[in-house]
């Protein structure tokens, strides 16, 4: 696991101990069910309900067997008397481990979740807040028409929306259970312990399985989690790109007597940010690993089991801090608008020649005659810096198609503004 970006929920599902009071868990589970059949007696079950696994000796017993289901099964079997006996009744590992994943992973997808919300209020409150803020809109990076930055806020809210859903279809796909026998056919325990005990675990039964619940239910999750991860890079990047020097638009937090550069005092990097893209990238390596896992030997191989215990461990860990760290920066956004509306201008008015090139078009001309009137004199303002407007007064062909006053009332801002609150109202951000 990746200590460092552990938060402590999280961490505690993917711990040790968790896992082994997860196994315990279904063990007894099973147990239960096979007393309704009655196949355990009840006074046995009182006393297996109360098993216990030690980590000391299942450590100690791992080093002779080299095998961690029969050193748990061990452990548990002293805590016990004879009616150990009935501990793994029928089952085989991966009845225990598999339907156990289950429950650390609806565990972890449910502390998503949250965070997923906790984002997405924040988007919204920054949506609604700038919502009619006037910034550059940006296509290949260079400056395109006029938008605001509430909604680009907006859109990133509806993004973090559709991530929500995704994941609560995942979730559906790994809230099954397995407890079917050595290749899934019930030979040594009946559907209908397995229908029980899942019952009583929260889970639903796997409809068919083999030794193993099939892995494309996890690829599915790994899978959305990268993309929700590869969200967050899309948003980062973003910001990142709003705070270089020479835009500064936005800027995440700093705080006080933090520092961005051991050598260089003024520097006030976007560290979270780029911390958000480096470990979404990781995720994304997980989810291939994931999907790989899917192809298994015959009716199951241990190929996915080493690295799942890195993959899915790391993944939910890795979303669940930068979801964290993520929603503090947004929560924290430094937004200066002044600065919007000076890079909005610094080209001089260029940001309307689609205006003026529609207008030429509804005058008569054709539109490749507009376009080569509105790009010359583009051309001449981009080259010499000169105001767009001007060059446009001054050019008698223009003026002969747009009398000045219609030409002046093109060149409003307030017109790329005209449909945000449609925008806004068909999003439910009111």
Request: net charge negative; charged share 30%; glycine share 6%.
């Amino acid at each position: 696991m990746i200590e460092r970006y552990s938060r402590p929920a999280m961490k505690k599902v993917w711990s040790d101990e968790n896992k082994f009071d997860k196994w315990l868990q279904v063990e007894i589970a099973v147990c239960e069910a096979w007393a309704e059949l009655g196949v355990i007696p009840k006074e046995d079950l009182s006393k297996i309900r109360k098993a216990r696994f030690n980590m000391k000796r299942f450590d100690e017993i791992l080093k002779v067997t080299h095998h961690d289901m029969t050193a748990f099964l061990g452990s548990v079997a002293e805590s016990l008397g004879e009616e150990s006996r009935f501990i793994h009744l029928g089952l085989t590992s991966s009845d225990v481990m598999d339907t156990a994943l289950s429950l650390q992973l609806l565990d972890a997808t449910d502390i998503l979740e949250k965070d997923v919300a906790s984002l997405i209020e924040a988007l919204r409150e920054k949506a609604i807040e700038h919502k009619h803020t006037l910034m550059m809109g940006r296509t290949h990076g260079v400056h395109a028409e006029p938008i605001t930055f509430g909604l680009k806020m907006a859109l990133w809210t509806e993004e973090m929306k559709r991530n929500a859903h995704r994941l609560a279809e995942a979730r559906k796909a790994v809230g099954v259970g397995k407890i079917s026998g050595a290749v899934g056919t019930y030979a040594t325990v009946p559907p209908e312990v397995e229908e029980k005990a899942c019952t009583r675990l929260g889970l639903s039964p796997a409809p068919v399985s083999s030794q193993v619940i099939q892995r494309d239910r996890h690829a599915q999750l790994v899978t959305t989690l990268a993309i929700v991860g590869s969200s967050l890079e899309k948003f980062a990047t973003e910001i990142r790109g709003l705070q270089k020097t020479e835009t500064l638009e936005a800027e995440e937090p700093f705080a006080k007597g933090q520092t961005g550069s051991s050598a260089m005092p003024h520097k006030r990097n976007p560290e979270l940010c780029e911390r958000v893209c480096g470990l979404a990238r990781l995720v994304r390596g997980h989810a291939l690993t994931s999907m790989e896992n899917i192809a298994l030997w015959h009716e199951r191989d241990i190929s996915h089991s080493s690295n799942e215990r890195i993959t899915m461990p790391d993944s939910c860990l890795v979303l669940d801090y930068i979801l964290s760290i993520f929603t503090d920066v947004i929560k924290g956004l430094q937004v200066y608008p002044e600065r919007m509306r000076e890079n909005v201008e610094l080209t001089r008015g260029l940001v309307f020649s689609q205006r003026v090139l529609l207008a030429l078009v509804d005058r008569g001309l054709s539109r490749q005659q507009a376009y080569e009137l509105v790009q010359r004199n583009a051309m001449r303002a981009w080259k010499e810096r000169t105001d767009f407007l001007q060059l446009l007064r001054d050019d008698r062909d223009v003026v002969a198609a747009l009398p000045a006053a219609e030409l002046e009332s093109l060149f409003d801002y307030q017109y790329y503004l005209k449909h945000i609150d449609h925008i806004f109202a068909r999003l439910g951000l009111e």
